[in-house]
């Protein structure tokens, strides 16, 4: 099956929840929180680089995200960031043959105090809604691997029972390629694309 192309069956999954949450909420609403974390780094990285005698060569970490969470027009701008990178993250660049995955994610910008400053970006419902897309993603991706193995009689429903009741050889390599991806999704080409659409509203201050 070729699920890229059958969009009302995707939807359907998901608005049935026909899909294996391997995760508490706890662990979710953590990898949201990376996520923000890396989308709201890489604009700021790559305007600290790009704009050294501008509008962000002063700014703080700490006075970024202040301004962040007071400018709306920037907030719902990372929201969109974080969204589509997510949505066009490819089945293809999930890796099922990882021997080990990201266990402490990196994180450099903690303050003197032990502090990560960050601006919230969804509410919890929608963050686990994102978190869980991604992960469906790559239960997706992983499908054809064990129906190739198991033969056509091998269905979506057979496969999330498995992976849901499975010994750990087979959710293993599923869950290694997800927290993998959280690590390789790429945020800047999507503010690269995003933010000189609303430069000039964000840096009126």
Known sequence: MDWDQNEELVEQILRTGMYAKLYDEETTYGYLTYLTYRVEDTLFTWKKKSDVDGFWADLTW???ISFLRR?????LA???VLFNTVMAFPA????FTLSEAEVDFPVAR???AGMLHMAKLYSFENCISIVE???FRAERAYYPLWKKQRGPHYTWELYIVELLHSRREFVDPLSRAFRNA?????FLPAWQMIYPTIQEDAEIE
Do not use: H, I, P
């Open 110 to 112: 903690y303050d003197s």
């Open 182 to 186: 959280l690590v390789q999704l790429d």
């Open 92 to 95: 293809s660049a999930f890796d």
């Open 62 to 64: 700490e006075e970024y």
């Open 133 to 135: 897309f991604l992960m």
């Open 78 to 80: 990372a929201q969109r």
């Open 71 to 75: 400018e709306k027009t920037l907030l």
